[in-house]
């Protein structure tokens, strides 16, 4: 069964805390993305990586970056959390450079108090 | 970026009706795809339509593609209360292969 396994299911942290989200995929997938979900918006794309070390910004980049030091593992990173950070984050995987299926995490439920 | 509108945003039904959701790009495809959400769960791919005036099926669901490729439509007949979820239509465009997502339009089935 392919597997995208996300770190935490529920977190809590402060304002101005550094947060690490890590994200890890068993399928070698070369693509990995993570989005952000707030009610309404639908699912947004803060950052994307298509290989180990390249990564690419997404719509709402701004606050976050990410790292790619091994293929199966995605991370993304909230410098300074602030309060509007709050959200849904979903990681996800696909094969290659062509428009294939992209299998999601169980997703992050961040809160910043 | 990519432009995607999908409508309705919700959507209540009895039991048995039918349901279908839009979704319209302001650029040609290249191709689609369409996603289910569970409440609380995460998204699950459902299908992906390549060519020009596509219709797929799966059990209750139909699928099309415009013959401009530039929308699509779902279109769940008698709805049942496994249905609920939101579905999201996905995009690529070009060369394109990251997925942008549609609002979602959210199914509430009442029994």
């Known amino acids: 069964d392919v597997k995208v396994t996300q770190s935490s299911r529920y977190l809590v942290k402060r304002t101005g805390e550094k947060v690490f989200l890590e994200c890890v995929q068993d399928m070698d997938h070369e693509n990995m993305f993570w989005y952000r979900q707030d009610p309404g918006l639908g699912l947004r794309l803060i950052y994307f990586?298509?290989?180990?070390?390249?990564?690419e910004k997404g719509d709402i980049p701004e606050g976050y970056s990410v790292s790619r030091e091994k293929k199966e593992r995605f991370s993304l990173i909230l410098e300074s959390a602030s309060t509007n950070q709050t959200s849904m984050y979903l990681c996800a995987s696909s094969r290659g450079l062509g428009y294939t299926e992209a299998f999601f995490g169980q997703g992050t439920r961040l809160t910043v108090v | 970026g990519q432009q995607v509108m999908q409508i309705p945003q919700y959507q209540h039904v009895q039991e048995g009706e039918d349901f279908t959701t839009y979704c319209n790009s302001s650029t040609t495809l290249s191709n689609i795809q369409w996603y289910k959400q569970r409440p609380g769960g995460h998204p699950v791919f459902l299908i992906q339509l390549v060519k020009s005036g596509e219709v797929k099926k799966q059990k209750r669901l139909t699928f099309q593609f415009g013959e401009a490729k530039k929308n699509s439509s779902l279109h769940i007949t008698a709805t049942q209360t496994t249905d609920v979820g939101t579905y999201f239509c996905?995009?690529?465009?070009?060369?394109?292969?990251?997925?942008?997502f549609g609002r979602g339009t959210s199914l509430i089935v009442h029994p």
């Open positions: 996905v995009l690529a465009s070009g060369g394109s292969y990251i997925p942008t």
């Open positions: 990586s298509y290989d180990v070390k390249m990564k």
